[in-house]
């Protein structure tokens, strides 16, 4: 899907928010001492939103080893095509274990004090839209 789909824009709507807040949260914990506790809540949101939303985009692809296991039941003509689509499938698993460490990153940097305020979830919807 495109940056500038419905979904793409929505996403980058909501990233920017919680890391505007992020940085808003950084503010008041330099001024008044109380934004490294604040900054918990919207990180808790983009952890729960996003990986939420990560996890619906991927649902529905077959593992490698359902794959296999249809290779062995399929007669011999048709083996060579089911192969070709059970290594495509392993492609797509190492994709989702990519998303995951992307998302995992992502949510880590948002909760270490004062580097949640880089913008960690706008580059996360970006390279997920971009996939």
């Known amino acids: ?22 940085i808003v949260c950084l503010i008041l914990d330099l001024v008044f001492g109380i934004g490294e506790v604040l900054s918990f809540i919207p990180d808790g949101i983009g952890i729960l939103f996003f990986g939420f939303w990560s996890l619906t985009r991927s649902q529905g692809e077959k593992t490698y080893k359902e794959a296999r296991e249809e290779v062995a039941g399929k007669k ?3 083996r060579k095509m ?12 190492k994709k989702g274990s990519k998303k995951g460490l992307r998302f995992g990153l992502s949510a880590f940097g948002e909760l270490i004090p004062f580097l949640g ?10 390279l997920e839209m971009k996939e």
Do not use: C, N, Q, R
């Open 117 to 126: 305020a880089l913008p960690f979830w706008t580059i996360f919807v970006i």
């Open 76 to 78: 011999a003509e048709h």
């Open 82 to 93: 089911v192969e070709k689509k059970a290594k495509a499938l392993k492609k797509g698993v």
């Open 1 to 22: 899907m495109s940056l500038l789909s419905p979904e793409g824009i929505l996403m980058l709507f909501l990233a920017g928010l919680l890391d505007l807040i992020g």
